[in-house]
């Protein structure tokens, strides 16, 4: 699923977005390069002024397979919100039971590869500035998480490269004169279940809020 909002600004306006239960994916081999279940939900070229926004997503863009996984360059969930500036606007999003890969079967070459990529990418990548009294509200419950488990005639393999189960949940170079929350709760896990893990440059969950200025 691609942008379900595509423009170039948003201003006093309220845009609830809700998705359930949807773009999910279910095989004995699952592929992903540089491409996403859900992408960037809401791409706002240019900025989000005086709105309120509110987007939930539930069980959704969850990956399920029975022998082999493997993800290069890309993501189950990419940015929730990819704009260039947020100004004096309520933001609230919550995540739950989504972004996830988890392991359905008894196959002898069950194997995960996530290479340069992600279970969920940035919540919100603004390019510019967050400021103006904006409070933003994220919460992330039981997402992001890799699950497997031991089968009768294997071992499982995981082999995770430069990669994150969850990325940055701000990204934004300035931030200024805002309030923001952020709850994670049962997320960016990795349930072994007796597997090997072979990792290099990896991060369960990547910095929460990733700025170079802030202020108030």
Same mark, same amino acid.
């Given at each position: 699923?691609?942008?379900?909002?595509? =423009?170039?600004?948003?201003?006093?306006?309220?845009?609830?977005?809700?998705?359930?239960?949807?773009?999910? *994916?279910?095989?004995?081999?699952? !592929?992903?390069?540089?491409?996403?279940?859900?992408?960037?939900?809401?791409?706002?070229?240019?900025?989000?002024?005086?709105?309120?926004? /509110?987007?939930?997503? *539930?069980?959704?863009?969850?990956?399920?397979?029975?022998? %082999?996984?493997?993800?290069?360059?890309?993501? $189950?969930? /990419?940015?929730?919100?990819?704009?260039?500036?947020? *100004?004096?606007?309520?933001?609230?999003?919550?995540?739950?039971?989504?972004? =996830?890969?988890?392991?359905?079967? +008894?196959?002898?070459?069950?194997?995960?590869? $996530?290479?340069?990529?992600? $279970?969920?990418?940035?919540?919100? /990548? =603004?390019?510019?500035?967050? @400021? &103006?009294?904006?409070?933003? !509200?994220?919460?992330?419950?039981?997402?992001?998480?890799?699950?497997?488990? +031991?089968?009768?005639?294997?071992?499982?393999?995981?082999?995770?490269? +430069?990669?994150?189960?969850? &990325?940055?949940?701000? &990204?934004?170079?300035?931030?200024?004169?805002?309030?923001? %929350?952020?709850?994670?709760?049962?997320?960016?896990?990795?349930?072994?279940?007796? @597997?090997?893990?072979? @990792?290099? +440059?990896?991060?369960?969950?990547?910095?929460?809020? &990733? *700025?170079?200025?802030?202020?108030?």
């Amino acid at each position: 699923m691609d942008e379900l909002i595509d =423009c170039l600004s948003i201003a006093d306006s309220s845009v609830k977005i809700k998705i359930s239960s949807s773009v999910s *994916t279910s095989a004995n081999t699952i !592929s992903i390069t540089e491409g996403e279940l859900l992408d960037e939900t809401m791409d706002v070229k240019n900025h989000i002024r005086n709105s309120k926004i /509110d987007a939930t997503i *539930t069980n959704s863009a969850n990956a399920f397979y029975s022998a %082999t996984m493997t993800i290069t360059g890309g993501e $189950l969930i /990419d940015e929730i919100i990819d704009t260039n500036e947020i *100004t004096n606007s309520k933001i609230e999003i919550k995540l739950t039971t989504s972004g =996830c890969a988890s392991y359905i079967g +008894n196959n002898a070459g069950h194997t995960f590869t $996530l290479t340069n990529g992600e $279970l969920i990418d940035e919540i919100i /990548d =603004c390019s510019n500035n967050i @400021s &103006d009294n904006n409070p933003i !509200s994220i919460t992330v419950e039981n997402s992001a998480n890799l699950i497997t488990q +031991n089968s009768s005639n294997h071992v499982p393999v995981l082999n995770i490269t +430069n990669s994150q189960l969850l &990325d940055e949940l701000v &990204d934004c170079p300035n931030i200024n004169n805002n309030s923001i %929350t952020v709850e994670i709760s049962s997320s960016g896990n990795i349930a072994l279940a007796n @597997s090997i893990l072979n @990792s290099s +440059n990896m991060n369960l969950i990547e910095r929460i809020i &990733d *700025t170079e200025n802030t202020t108030k």
